[in-house]
């Protein structure tokens, strides 16, 4: 039996998990375990230092007083019938697509997924207007479709970033790169009405370096933009760069 595990950072009732979760109920039996909140940017945060609590919203939906990373640890460790075949986070409105991968509890949950040897695919709607996650949600269900057809490897993680187009007018699948964002965050400071400062992290919407091969390229030219992701970190070139300078301690 096929068992698909959704959740998101937007929370429980956000409408992007409401258009996955419908979608994607045909493929096979779907059990949705989603923060009772909103949880963005909250990447791979992991709950510690208090009890997490769960909360029957429907048949098949709970809700948890945590973060994404958190409730795919709880839906895969007892909270699912069986362990699930495929975990899916999102649709997260919002793009994430280079370095914002980073900040992304979307991305978080799936890689949460990964790591726990299952299949993981996140999507995200690429625009933060207000909008109509249905197309959103055929695109999730065709690509799922196909994907749980082909088989994907244990551990594959898929970023998956969809245009905000109608059905129609998506021109079709690009396989990409992590674009690299050009950073333009700023730090604002404002005086609270005690005559106290406060600071917001803000800055303009970002921009992107030219690359035609990236994801961001990609949705911006109408297609969606699915990025296998990795999570080896280590970088080696710096290994040999680093024993080459000959770290030390104590003095020789
Ligand atoms: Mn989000």
Redesign the pocket.
């Known amino acids: 039996m096929t068992v698909i595990l959704a959740t ?3 929370g429980i009732h956000a409408d992007g998990l409401r258009a996955l979760a419908d979608a994607i109920r045909p493929l096979g039996e779907v059990t949705v375990i989603a923060p009772d909140r ?1 949880q ?1 940017a909250t990447s791979h945060s992991l709950t510690l230092h208090r009890p997490l609590r769960i909360r029957k919203v429907a048949e098949g939906i709970l809700s948890v007083d945590g973060t994404p990373t958190d409730c795919v640890l709880l839906g895969v460790h007892g909270f699912s019938k069986q362990p699930p075949t495929l975990v899916v986070s999102g649709i ?3 793009p994430n697509m280079g370095n914002d991968v980073l900040y992304s ?2 991305v978080a949950a799936a890689s949460e997924g990964a790591f726990l040897g299952i299949p993981s695919i996140a999507f995200s709607l690429a625009t933060w207007e207000p909008a109509d996650f249905a197309p959103a949600g055929q695109v999730a269900a065709a690509l799922v479709r196909l994907l749980l057809t082909r088989g994907l490897r244990p551990g594959t993680c898929l970023n998956v970033n969809i245009p905000p187009l109608p059905f129609a007018e998506i021109r079709g699948v690009r396989v990409a790169r992590l674009g690299k964002r050009v950073f333009r965050d700023v730090i604002v400071e404002k005086t609270d009405p005690r005559g106290k400062s406060y600071y917001w992290i803000g800055g303009e919407n970002p921009t992107w370096e030219p690359d035609e091969a990236s994801d961001f390229h990609a949705v911006s030219n109408g297609y969606v933009a699915v990025t296998p992701l990795s999570f080896e970190l280590t970088d080696y070139k710096a290994i040999v760069e680093l024993e080459t300078m000959g770290l030390t301690i104590h003095d020789s």
Do not use: L, Q
Request: no cysteine; hydrophobic share 0%.
């Open positions: 998101n950072d937007d909103e963005s997260n409105h919002g509890g979307t």
